[in-house]
């Protein structure tokens, strides 16, 4: 990414995400207040550790949109897998109607903004990772790294109802025969989301980040948010997204 075209993008980011909280603190506060109404008992903001630019970890904010579980408490699978959590899928008992209302909508990313407007995300880049997975990367793949995580991105659109393809992983992975149907009939639901997440969603992802690190467009760029704000699909390295 050109360095003309990198300053570009940070000076569009911070005065966007100023003018977009000048506007919308109204729609925050309404959230706010629903969110103390709706789902009592736990904060109104879900902040949670995030690999950034140069995987240094930051403070991500979003509206929660989950029941408040108390170390992870009753969100592990039956062996204590440690990822249990991170990976959520349509009809998960963590979520609250409301949540899933503001997941489908994506309005729980609105406190995204903040992060924009302070430097730690970007409008368009790769999703934030917990740690564990763009950390890890090797080689070529580490590009996605030299960008700062974003509200919305190639990735981002492709699997905009990821949560949704998830809730239907079984039926996913016994017609792509990812796995021998003996050991997915084994598996349970939520460790068959990680599995799918991990092995194929996840790297698939990690393609398309790159492919936009080494091929930025600015124009594109505007062209993802319009499509991001608008529900709208668009053809991006010959797919639609």
Request: positive net charge.
């Amino acid at each position: 990414m050109k360095l003309t075209l990198m300053i570009l993008k940070y000076i569009f980011d911070r005065v966007v995400a100023l003018i977009g909280l000048l506007f919308l603190w109204p729609v925050l506060v309404i959230v706010a207040i629903l969110i103390k109404i709706k789902m009592p008992g736990g904060p109104v903001f879900f902040v949670q550790k995030r690999v950034g630019l140069n995987g240094k970890l930051f403070n991500c904010h979003k509206f929660r949109t989950m029941i408040p579980v108390k170390n992870n408490e009753g969100a592990k699978g039956k062996k204590g897998d440690k990822k249990w959590s991170t990976v959520s899928v349509a009809g998960d008992s963590r979520i609250t109607p409301f949540g899933a209302m503001l997941r489908h909508y994506k309005l729980d990313e609105l406190p995204g903004l903040w992060n924009v407007l302070i430097g730690d995300m970007s409008f368009v880049g790769p999703r934030p990772d917990v740690p564990g997975y763009a950390d890890k990367l090797e080689g070529p793949d580490r590009d996605v790294l030299k960008l700062r995580p974003g509200i919305t991105g190639p990735a981002t659109l492709k699997y905009r109802l990821e949560d949704e393809m998830l809730a239907d992983v079984r039926r996913l992975m016994s017609e792509g025969r990812c796995l021998p149907q003996e050991q997915i009939d084994k598996m349970l639901d939520q460790e068959l989301a990680v599995w799918y997440n991990d092995h194929v969603i996840y790297p698939d992802k990690v393609r398309l980040n790159c492919y936009y690190y080494r091929h930025y467009s600015f124009v594109k760029d505007i062209q993802m948010i319009l499509c991001t704000v608008l529900g709208k699909k668009m053809k991006y390295n010959g797919e639609i997204i």
